[in-house]
T-cell receptor
């Protein structure tokens, strides 16, 4: 079983829709949870960072963490064509900077 | 632009060869990380250096090695290359070692023929 599972299926949504992405993990030691966005032919860039269970909002983006279920989510409201990218979840243990990534979801927002 | 630079952008080589990938971290960052991204495995951590010292190793093959130099730039050496080594190799840097955001470079695309 991989440490981090992210169903890598592509996702196409119309502009303005809500995008919902999620990851599950098996390592109870993971304490810090991130979402990275990767545009084609670019390196990943940090989108959201959280370390506690619950919700964190940043503009149109909401990251949700449920440590008891080992489940994290990212929601994108009012999606825009510029949100078209691959979204990767990542997590790490306390005191350890090794990022463990999910395989990523390619999101296409259709105008 | 993250401030992390990687060279070369693309590398095409043959099986059995050796290549060196180079990374310059953001100004002021002491940590450098190397990751490999392939279609089947996704983004995988290879190795972490902090201020010239190796701090952590991931699933890095014995044919691969890395180092961080006194000027903090890092090199990833890949030898006895196999077809399966074809991938994107990313370098990331951060200020320190714990909970700092990692900034990723644009990557080096390696194709082994």
């Amino acid at each position: 079983q991989k440490e981090v599972e992210q169903d890598p299926g592509p996702l196409s949504v119309p502009e303005g829709a809500i995008v919902s992405l999620n990851c599950t993990y098996s390592n109870s030691a993971f304490q810090y949870f991130m979402w990275y966005r990767q545009y084609s032919r670019k390196g990943p860039e940090l989108l959201m960072y959280t370390y506690s269970s619950g919700n964190k909002e940043d503009g149109r983006f909401t990251a949700q963490v449920d440590k008891s279920s080992k489940y994290i989510s990212l929601f994108i409201r009012d999606s825009q064509p510029s949100d078209s990218a691959t979204y990767l979840c990542a997590m790490t243990e306390y005191g350890n900077n090794r990022l463990a990534f999910g395989k990523g979801n390619q999101v296409v927002v259709i105008p | 632009d993250s401030g992390v630079t990687q060279t070369p952008k693309h590398l095409i080589t043959a099986t059995g060869q050796r290549v060196t990938l180079r990374c310059s971290p953001r100004s002021g960052d002491l940590s450098v990380y190397w990751y490999q991204q392939s279609l089947d495995q996704g983004l995988q951590f290879l190795i972490h250096y902090y201020n010239g010292e190796e701090r952590a190793k991931g699933n890095i093959l014995e044919r691969f090695s890395a180092q961080q130099f006194p000027d903090l730039h890092s090199e990833l050496n890949l030898s006895s290359l196999e077809l399966g080594d074809s991938a994107l190799y990313f370098c990331a840097s951060s200020v320190g070692t714990v909970r700092d955001e990692q900034f990723f470079g644009p990557g080096t695309r390696l194709t082994v023929l």
